[in-house]
């Protein structure tokens, strides 16, 4: 059994920069990335990065403005979000799968990103 635990989120004003941090426990070799759900709508990809963080993958809606890495020593994977707009405003999970996130085997328990404008 997997276990991430998310941190960083919080409310911020509209341009401003958050940095979300998920650790992982109990696995590695897989990769791992972000979802994001706003009220009333669908859980949707953010961004993945895989074991060997030679390769990553961004949801069109935020390329340009988030950047995933990962730290394999200490089985943590970040998100810098920049340029933040008030559409970004969800609860941000983290996930742990294959192949870039194409299935996801473990979530985190998502923090909340509030962007005001």
């Known amino acids: 059994q997997v276990q991430l635990v998310e941190s960083g989120g919080g409310l911020v004003q509209a341009g401003d920069s958050l940095r979300l941090s998920c650790a992982a426990s109990?696995?590695?070799?897989?990769?791992m990335g972000w979802f994001r759900q706003a009220p009333g709508k669908e859980r949707e990809f953010v961004a993945a990065?895989?074991?060997?963080?030679?390769?990553?993958n961004y949801a069109d809606s935020v390329k340009g403005r988030f950047t995933i890495a990962g730290d394999n020593a200490k089985n943590s994977v970040y998100l810098q979000m920049n340029s933040l707009k008030p559409e970004d405003t969800a609860v941000y999970y983290c996930?742990?799968?294959?192949?870039?996130?194409?299935?996801?085997?473990?979530w985190g328990q998502g923090t909340q990103v509030t962007v005001s404008s």
């Open positions: 996930a742990y799968g294959t192949a870039l996130l194409a299935r996801i085997l473990f």
């Open positions: 990065i895989n074991w060997s963080g030679d390769n990553t």
């Open positions: 109990g696995g590695s070799g897989y990769a």
